[in-house]
């Protein structure tokens, strides 16, 4: 776990956001939400919670996905993506 994501953790944890289970899942952070969540409601105000709360991490920034599910529903949000993530071309 590097610092970055450890930071975002204790930082979200510390929200005591209710029925939020946070947890590192690799190099990412899982979101686990309760099931009559919906998982794309909290995704739309996601980027402007994360702003906010991003004021409060001083440790240097890094690429950071968050995994957002329930039991119905998955979605993913990337905080400081690389030129990989941004790279959305498909050759179809």
Same mark, same amino acid.
């Given at each position: *776990? $590097? !610092?970055? &994501? &450890?930071?975002? %953790?204790? =930082?979200?944890?510390? +929200? &005591? %956001?209710k029925n939020w289970n946070i947890s590192a899942i690799g190099e990412d952070i899982l979101i686990e939400l309760s099931d009559d969540t919906r998982v794309t409601s909290v =995704? /739309? $105000?996601?980027? /402007?919670? %994360? !702003? +906010? *709360?991003?004021?409060? %991490?001083t440790v240097p920034k890094e690429r950071l996905k968050f995994v957002l599910q329930n039991g119905h529903e998955h979605n993913e949000y990337i905080l400081n993506p690389t030129d !990989?993530? =941004? $790279?959305? !071309?498909? $050759?179809?």
């Open positions: *776990m $590097n !610092a970055y &994501q &450890q930071k975002w %953790i204790d =930082l979200l944890s510390s +929200a &005591q %956001i =995704l /739309e $105000n996601l980027p /402007e919670v %994360i !702003a +906010a *709360m991003s004021l409060d %991490i !990989a993530d =941004l $790279n959305t !071309a498909r $050759n179809d």
